[in-house]
């Protein structure tokens, strides 16, 4: 049975695994959290409603999702942040499909909180891990073909006429035998009302009639971001709003003592009040450069950690240098994450046998917009709350947990973000908004708090550091038949549980385990050690630093053996033919495999080397050609080569594999978080260069549709980058880097 | 003082060292002028003042008192910045958009001074910071409106 959603009551009172419809026009009248941007925010959060639409089927609410206007646009309330990697035009797309609406025509922006939009089939609403596509593509599929029935049946009943005699066209309904036909402006009116489908009746369209999937559909947001026009979380004001700057500890988990000059700071000008906030002191003003100028000039008394303290401690001595060090000196005991064949039989009877340790860099996010948030208490008690986030489910629930509100009195909203890279989860202690929430409730008045560059860098999260051993050995002919990878480090998974699972966390070994060659005998395991410094996920997470460590060291292998390293490949990938045919595609598009050294046209001497990685459902294969220039590593050309099995839009995916690209090449030439004496060296773009514009490369993309289930495309191009760029060093420069970035090396 | 801000006349009170940037989006309300470092290292908050790509985090508003300042808010009234923002969308240069402001204003102030720039030009004048590694886009867009190609 179906039943008519009119109210947030009804909502609470339906049962468990009921599919519901929502009567959005009575929505918008009986609702009180009419201040969501559409005005059909639903009052979910209430475990009760929560319990029952997590047995419906997800993705079928479709009046949660879509308004059609009577110009005959549509606007969709979006699963998933847009933060540049371009998911609102995809989900246009996979939309406007089944709806029969040209994405051209859609008007995206998020979702807010709830259970209705949880569309992932991991049972999860995150936008991260390059999932939003691949894992809601089946469900936003059906999400426009079920408000396409609705349509139609509108239509049948506006025109008394039976479905099976109409049709769509983009944007409308026809009726063939009597050529009258209606814009579905005219018909959402009636056709939101109508009950949703079943499911199950939703027959979608042939893939190979496809108009906008598959296709180089242009952004829906290329014009706005190329005029300003775009409102990022820094840029949202709200009535009567004060402005806020903190200044954080300088150290995590230490205190707010003495205020030594608070006197003096209120009386600067435009200074409102001067707080004191759990590690950290704040100015409210009537303008951010007031509070910012005033929070700086604060001189305070900061105190050890208490016995009290719950955070992760930055110790004063802490260095990243010294914390690498630590890590190369353990020696266990380990875990293991993958074990095959009898690894010591193997070594023991290895005619050569090679052995490396590799270690990585801390790298910050560095995206170019710096955290903020606005916090605004409305009379009745609720709060709205605008701030950068990838996964607003858990965003809300903390702040319910940190105010005792309960989740629908709060409102969350999300704008674009300003680059994310796995910048905006749920850190504790590196995200302003509990700061801003406290600092409006203090004065009384919406609080918008920025944090400056510096502040950032002082509480961004950082990329984890590990220091793998490997050994390996090889038979009479030079082939590895035995590798082992052992990993000394904390995965940014298990370092915000502050502790190691009942599992190894995957995050922190991807890229060493589920390597596809055919070694026959193989170890991979972690020393898990537990480190002061706050992790995050950093755009590709572990496969960031662990396939740099393995593409080079099998390059090692392929060096002792006497193989070229794109012959060892294919043959180790035997068998397997999706891997073959993406490295023979990313050969093919370089023109061939030439590892050189050759003399380029321009008469320098240059190199190319080759890697692979296959994250996050997807495989990639990249090949360098580099240089040395005045001692430094010059990357002339990117060769990519990236099978996300199917594809949505191949132009983001070209522009998705150019940003991880420079990403890549970021850290693996120049980008590197130094810490000395408990505090990072860098606060900002000065001491912390990310790649500029004269050190990116070009970049050549081949996209290989293999079929296969589809994969993720934010982050796969990542991780192949850096081996690639060091394997063509070594080629080059017969130096084998086992640490980046390539900066702090001399190469002649 | 008085500010002059795209073809407008502004009355702002502001200290003499407040940097033009904070009077721009605080003040008058205009957010499509970035703030990204306050140091003048990423070019987010670039506008043009008398034509020339000035970096508004560093720029104290005294110091534009009686220039002509353009924002990204204008941009398109400009006849070679509406060119410039007609290449970013046929290249698709945007991905967060963050630092694209920054980046169509200083295309802009290169193409007013050298409407063929050299490609040596383009990389000495085109020197924002963009995280999303959109300089392969830019490039191609600066590129062709070097060449006063169709955009």
Redo the contacts between chains.
Sequence with gaps: MKRRIETPQDLLDLPAGETINLSRRRFVAGTAIGALVLGFGLPVGVPRVQAAAATAERGTQVPAFLEIRPDNTVRLLCPFME????TYTAMAQIVGEELDMDPAQFVVDSAPPGEAYVVMENGMRITGGSMSVRMSYPTMRRLGGLARAMLLQAAAEQLGVPVSELSTEPGKVLHAASGRSLAYGQLAGRAMDLPVPDPASIKLRDPGQFRWIGKPV??L????????????S??I?VDDML?AAVQHAPRLGMTVGNMRNEAQVKAM?GVHSVHTLPGAVAVVAE???HAKRAVEALQVDWQEPGADNTLRVMPADFSSAGWLDHLAAQTGPARDDEHEGDLAAAMASAKTTVEASYRNQYVNH?????PSATARFNPDGSLEVWLPNQAPDMFRADIAKRTGLAPEQITLHSP??????GRHFLYESANPYPQAIALAKAVGRPVKL?W???EEFLRDVLRPVAVVKFRAGLDADGMPVAIEAVSATEGPTEALAGKQGEKIDPTALEGLSGKAYAIPNKRIAQIYVKGPAMLGYWRSVGNSLNDFFYESFLDELADKGGKDPYELRLHLLRGNPRLTTLLQAVAELAGGWKPGPFTAEDGSKRARGVAMASPFGSHAAVIAEVSIENGQVKVHDIWQAIDPGSIVNP?IIE?QV??????GLSQTLLEEAVWQNGAPRAR???LYP?????R?A??HVRIVQSGEKMGGIGEPPLPAVAPAVANAVARLTGQRVRSLPLDRHTFS | MELRINQKTYQVEAEADTPLLWVIRDDLGMTGTKYGCGLAQCGACSVLVDGNVVRACVTPVAGVVGREITTIEAIEEDAIGKRVVAAWVEHQVAQCGYCQSGQVMAATALLKHTPKPSDAQIEAAMVNLCRCGTYNAIHAAVHELAEGGKA
Excluded: C
């Design positions: 933060g540049g990697q371009g242009r952004r947001d290329a014009y706005d971001k190329s005029t300003g026009k775009a409102v990022f820094i840029d004001k402005h000008q303008r951010w450069w560095g995206q170019l917009e710096p674009l973000l300003g680059g994310f890279f920025i400056t560059r510096e132009a522009a150019n940003g991880a690209v420079a990403l900002n773009y000065d990310i790649l500029p514009p004269q990116m070009r970049v």
